[in-house]
């Protein structure tokens, strides 16, 4: 009889094949500032809980490959409740003016009286936004322009350098951030996969 030795086999790494334990330091927002953060590359597409602790300014320093694909993996895990906007107004800012709306709704100014809660849901909160320009537009006789100085100004300080200042900044971040003209690589990433996500899950928007 003739003895055979097996043949070698090498250790396979089961975990190191299917999770990339790549180092990387990123920021997170912490306490009212950005600090770093020590993860993984495969924290980066997978890790929702750490996600939730960074803003796109975070995602900005990341290398191109791998912020495409955490980014990809964010809007997937959320697309059901970024495409349902039936969902957004359950959802649970702060409180900009609340007295004065009030008192617009008993003037009968505005259909809507928010609640203390209702400035803490950014939905609700928008709808406020909204409902407060269309007095200011109405107040500055269809100006849009004054009217977004008056947004930051009042209707009577609104031609200030202060109203002035506002409104080149609501115009440069129009473009940066609406326009996605030299927007930073993380928010112009997530602009162009949302339009992306528009025209699947909404084809009639495209058609227009």
Sequence with gaps: MIDIPPPFVAPLNVYAALVDSTPLVVTVYANGEYAPWRTTAHAI??????????????WNSM????????????LATHRSVLMKPQLWDRMNPRDWDRARMQELYRLGVVDVDLAMDD??????????????????????????DLAVRAYNRGIANAQDERGSAYLEAVIRRLRRFIR??????????????????EREEWPWISQQ
């Design 63 to 74: 290398p191109a490959e791998l912020r495409a694909e955490g980014l990809d993996a964010l």
């Design 45 to 58: 597409r997978t890790d929702v809980a750490m996600w939730r602790r960074m803003h796109l300014v975070n």
């Design 119 to 144: 400035y803490f849901n950014p939905w609700r909160a928008t709808r406020f936004a909204a409902l407060w320009f269309g007095l200011l537009l109405d107040e500055a006789i269809g100006d849009l």
């Design 180 to 197: 996605n003209e030299g927007a930073p690589a993380a928010w112009s990433h997530v602009w162009q996969r949302a339009r992306a996500i």
